[in-house]
């Protein structure tokens, strides 16, 4: 029938579109954490117990170096978000007030025209760990912390690409600066082993094994999953190339760094998986309404499409077409 | 039909006051009621309908959008945010405005190869399809204008790739450039005349509709036979109520598509990128125009020669805009006298090909010129040693294995300043299917369209609309095979 393949014309052109878009990069492919993500799909939720470690990790670990200006302590309290309590509405939540209160932010101008410092409320937004991006800078070896607010939004991969990331530098023991390809790093070496030319080498069907040394330039580290290129500190095949690139992020996670207040052991795979789960909340804090939404929404114009039908076939039933 | 009479009846004392005086509702009534419409439309039909819908969705999400958007560099990220943040439904209005623009460009495409496949430019309605060209030029620019707006990475360098292009152009580009921008650079300034257009253009396109629709009543509707209506009591039915439940039905499927996207997969169709803040001082790593405007982006990047005293860069923008202007002169270079494709064997697979093409240009637009084909890589990436000989000059030598390059190298004397690097095996790649796409999008208007139209022999058509959508159809043996089965 004609309107079938009119549909399928559409799929395939968007398909097409899509993967499209997917072309590109020498870092390896972001992978979700064992299980998935819960808040994936059109039918996914966020679990509010991951949200809470999410944050408690941000604030422990993150919070010292990366801002998240676009969010109020409200946003915690609201439906879907890691405070969440039907009890109350967010700006009254307990909870969030005691947060917001913790820190202390210029609030305007005092009778005299002085700054004036108070204790946060609920709509005030996030505390900036720097006053300025140039303090950001400085404070970092002249690399600026990106702002997390929309951090999963802005990356290819999303929440997968920030796990990976955090969970994915090397865990090397004698590490002294030079990784050796094969051997002291799996890791990286594993997987895709999509290299510099990986996508050339996929053509060819063949796979290489990495032999070589990766030199880490003083104040970066390297992971495989930044995209990059390592080409100028790689001592080998420069045809063959580690994924991956370097920043100017240490590994931060330790394991046990963050005292989760629910028990939880904290491995580096859990906090890496948590953390992420709050910054794909924080893109997004409204994502819940929008797929809660979307299905009514569906599903009244499915019914409206069936009844349009019927009215289309009733009306049409005379005539020779 | 500019011939046929007018059916309204004016019926309560009001309507014949106001009939008197302003005719309005007899206008609405001859445009969208009573007006004869081809019995044998079909779904490929309704996407001029779904284009006012498109239309009429981006421009009322769009100006309440622009209620809450701030149109200053420092402030026009965070307020995209804010208004899919905290703006009550904004993320809603947000997602379906952008998402419509994807939506807007995919009905109109197919709208167009509609047009294409029908014959729907030949007479009497080359106005119609050159109007319909205004319309696309204009979606084009309002959509480059608008994806400016959320000031993100993309946003930013995009917007300078393409106003670029205007300093291509001879003599007067470096003024053009700097007049269309308002500075030497990208700044406040640009984005606000950005807003400013973006918000002015789609007024103009509802214009341009309106001249489309009155250019589409004059003669009629086209219909899949391409045969004129000769009759208008058997080739036509009134427009409502059968093609306003027929379009209606067809919407409504379109808009269950729109709303998957907009729930559940809302930024799948733009690039992650954008929603990084734009940064003059960093430069992604790939900049790509947005789903719809990859074909033209392959077309201009296809092009790496010179031709005479034309250089590569204006001959790419020339072969870009020319993709589009060539459009305009369609009707006149369709040299055939048989408008639709069913009764044009040869021309019908010519099109398909042309519509595979213009598919493949986006993939090519999507891609990174220089990287292989898959499966089309022929030789192995070398390594060449670049290195100084003993006479002090520039030498190099080449090498499959990484091993030898490396004995060789260690087998040199130190100030030999040896270096190693990569040659690229010999490979078919996205940068040739690119110029093979170009070549053959403009020979499908320039060569194969005119040449066809006199060489080709077409298929019988019926004799009249009325005949062909009788069963079993009188002209059943001399239709083709593929009509047949429709």
Known sequence: MTFTRLLSVAAISLGLVASAHAAGGSEKHPHPPEGGWTFEGPLGEFDQGALQRGYQVYTTVCASCHSMKLLSYRNLGEKGGPFYSPDYPANQNPLVK???AENEILGGLDDFGDPLYRAATPA?????PYPNDVAARAANGGALPPDFSALVKARPGGASYIYSLLSGYPDDPEYDGIFEFPGTFEAAADGHGDGEHGDEAHADGDKHELHGKLEQPLGQYYNPYMPGDVTPQWQGDPRHVPPGGFLAMPPVLIEGIVDYMDGTPATVDQMAADVA??????????QGNRKSAGLKVIAFLTVFAVLLWLSYHQIWRNVEH | MSDHQSTYN????????????????????DSFVGFPTPKNLNYWYTFGGILAVCLATQI????????????TVDQAFASVERIMRDVPYGWLLRYIHAVGASMFFLAVYVHMFRGLYYGSYKEPREVLWILGCVIFLLMMATAFLGYMLPWGQMSLHGANVIVGLFGAIPIVGDALKTWLLGGPAIGNQTLQRFFSLHYLLPFMIAGVVILHIWALHVPGNNNPTGVEVKDVKKDTVPFHPYYTVKDGFAIVVFLIIFAAFVFYAPNVLG???NYIEANPLVTPAHIVPEWYLLPFYAILRAITFDLGPIDAKLLGVIAMFGSIAVLFFLPWLDTSKVKSLRYRPVARQFFFGFVACTLILGWCGASNPDDPLPFMKLGQDRLV????DTNGQPASSLYS????AEAFIGGLPADANASIGIRKGAAIRFIHLAQLMTLYYFAYFLFILPWLGLSERPAREPDSIHKAVLKPADGAKSMPAAVAAE
């Not at chain 1, 005030?124 to 900036?128: E, I, N, V």
């Not at chain 1, 789960?277 to 409204?286: V, Y």
């Not at chain 2, 004016?10 to 009534?29: C, H, M, N």
């Not at chain 2, 294995?401 to 030898?404: G, I, K």
């Open chain 1, 277 to 286: 789960t709050f910054l794909a909340w924080a893109s997004e804090p409204k």
């Open chain 2, 10 to 29: 004016p019926q309560t004392g009001f309507e014949k006051w106001l009939d008197a005086r302003l005719p309005i509702i007899r206008l609405g009534y």
């Open chain 2, 60 to 71: 009322l999400t769009g100006v309440v959008l622009a209620m809450h958007y701030t149109a």
């Open chain 2, 271 to 273: 690039h992650a990128d």
């Open chain 1, 124 to 128: 005030d937004r996030f505390k900036s």
């Open chain 2, 401 to 404: 294995e990484y091993e030898e």
């Open chain 1, 98 to 100: 005691a947060i917001a």
């Open chain 2, 385 to 388: 040693v670049d290195y100084v």
